[in-house]
């Protein structure tokens, strides 16, 4: 074989390798036909798996981490609880406390106002009120005694509204001993002409009395000036209960009514 004809062949040779490499190349890139029985077979059995899987984390138990959770979060709520029921009972300590020494307090009033002490007891009493002071010309006292009605009256105008009476015993040096009756609204009329001119006055459960009276020097028409005024402050040093009827303008002759828990006993201080 000439040198021709061998390089020849060995340009074939190199030809025909250079063929084969490019035909295996283009048979890479080729479709490859689909066997969709084979396809359907791998999706079944992908979705199976998956199903399993599913089940198999749906009944797996839960993390340990949340059960701790949980049982931190109901542990909470539990002391959260305690603490309220202990701050209601420490609350309802405190009130019935306090209600225990409101009631021993109100105990003691009205201990205190039932069981009064004697100086109490001796104020509460219903007696001659006295009042004296100094005449500044004689440098003798003046001493009055009063009680008030326990009743009153009422009157057409212009003295309507309530009318009460009173008793006054009287001493003053240049004037000695004096009754006078005066009532609080309204005018005393008697005429002595008439022989209207006194009041009736009963002491305790003794017979009606008579006593004639004086009109006051100044005019005054709510006082008068018991005559026998002796025998008045006589039948108060004895009597508990007084009751006297007045003449009075267009008021008839009302009976007032006194009381007091011990008869008149004078005074000078």
């Not at 089940?55 to 539990?78: H, L, M, R, Y």
């Not at 040096?173 to 009329?189: M, P």
Request: hydrophobic share 30%; proline share 3%.
């Amino acid at each position: 074989m000439t040198e021709e004809e061998k390089k020849e062949f060995e340009d074939f040779l190199q030809w025909k390798k250079e063929k084969e490499k490019r035909e295996k190349s283009t048979n890479q890139f080729e479709v490859q036909p689909v066997n969709f029985e084979t396809k359907d077979e791998t999706l079944n059995n992908i979705e199976s798996d998956n199903v399993v899987k599913h089940q198999d984390t749906s009944s797996d138990p839960e993390p340990k981490t949340s059960n701790n959770g949980c049982i931190i979060f109901v542990g909470a709520i539990a002391v959260i609880f305690l603490l309220f029921l202990f701050m209601i009972g420490i609350t309802s300590n405190k009130q019935s406390s306090t209600e225990l020494v409101e009631d021993e307090e109100i105990a003691e009033v009205v201990d205190t106002i039932t069981a009064p002490s004697s100086a109490i007891a001796e104020v509460s009493k219903k007696t001659w009120d006295f009042s004296i002071s100094k005449d500044d010309m004689t440098d003798t006292k003046n001493i009055w005694a009063k009680i008030t009605s326990e009743n009153y009256i009422s009157q057409e105008f212009p003295y309507e509204g309530y009318t009460y009476a009173s008793i006054t015993v009287r001493y003053m040096k240049k004037y000695g001993y004096d009754v006078i009756i005066e009532i609080t609204k309204g005018q005393i009329s008697g005429s002595e002409y008439r022989g209207t001119d006194y009041i009736t006055a009963r002491f305790d459960d003794g017979a009606p009395q008579k006593y004639h009276f004086n009109e006051a020097s100044d005019g005054s028409s709510e006082i008068v000036f018991i005559r026998n005024k002796s025998d008045f402050i006589r039948r108060c040093k004895k009597a508990k209960d007084i009751k006297i009827d007045l003449p009075l303008y267009k008021g008839g002759r009302p009976v007032f009514t006194f009381h007091v828990d011990e008869p008149l006993v004078w005074r000078t201080e």
